[in-house]
């Protein structure tokens, strides 16, 4: 099975930026689409980004187009979130999943990450 670590989640201010980082366990990582997710206090978990297994596809929420990028080094297994220009409604749980399928339901994913916090000041 795959495990899934984030890490690079923190305090930032508005108009910052941040990288998330999700490391994967195992030799299989290029075999998986993977996604970004994100859940406010309150609030259902929701699309951010994904990417197919080679990093040739991208899809971004149309929220977030210009300001998050999503990208993957199969060499590493590891896959990005680049978030620039973070605003406090930004602020929520970042989590990383691997997943058959480049979609943005969370049941096209088999495996997920732990989550890593992400808050951003006013």
């Known amino acids: 099975q795959v495990q899934l670590v984030e890490s690079g989640g923190g305090l930032v201010q508005s108009a910052g930026s941040l990288r998330l980082s999700c490391a994967a366990s195992?030799?299989?990582?290029?075999?998986?689409?993977m996604g970004w997710f994100r859940q406010a206090p309150g609030k259902e978990r929701a699309f951010v980004a994904t990417i197919n297994q080679s990093g040739c596809y991208t899809h971004h929420a149309d929220s977030l187009l210009g300001r998050f990028t999503i990208s993957r080094d199969n060499a590493k297994n590891t896959v990005y979130l680049q978030m620039n220009s973070l605003k406090p409604e930004d602020t929520a749980v970042y989590y990383c999943?691997?997943?058959?399928?480049?979609?943005?339901?969370?049941?096209?994913?088999?495996?997920w990450g732990q989550g890593t916090q992400v808050t951003v000041s006013a």
């Open positions: 999943a691997a997943g058959r399928l480049a979609a943005m339901r969370t049941n096209n994913y088999y495996y």
């Open positions: 195992g030799r299989t990582f290029s075999t998986y689409s």
